[in-house]
């Protein structure tokens, strides 16, 4: 159950990154900048529940 609970953790954080990488690829909007801001959050709170 645990290794369920971390491949899906690990599953989302390579999503995060792919996700944050096209963001900042395309000009800056101010929704594209709040969008990067909240998926680095995100992505944050995932490293640091391990």
């Known amino acids: 159950m645990a ?3 971390k491949h899906e ?3 989302r954080k390579g999503e ?3 996700e944050i ?3 900042k690829s395309r000009p ?4 594209r900048i709040e ?3 909240l ?3 995100e992505q944050m709170d995932l490293i640091s529940k391990g």
């Open 3 to 5: 290794d369920t609970r």
């Open 9 to 11: 953790r690990e599953k």
């Open 16 to 18: 995060l990154r792919r």
């Open 21 to 23: 990488a096209l963001l």
């Open 28 to 31: 800056a909007t101010r929704g």
């Open 35 to 37: 969008m990067i801001m």
């Open 39 to 41: 998926l680095e959050q």
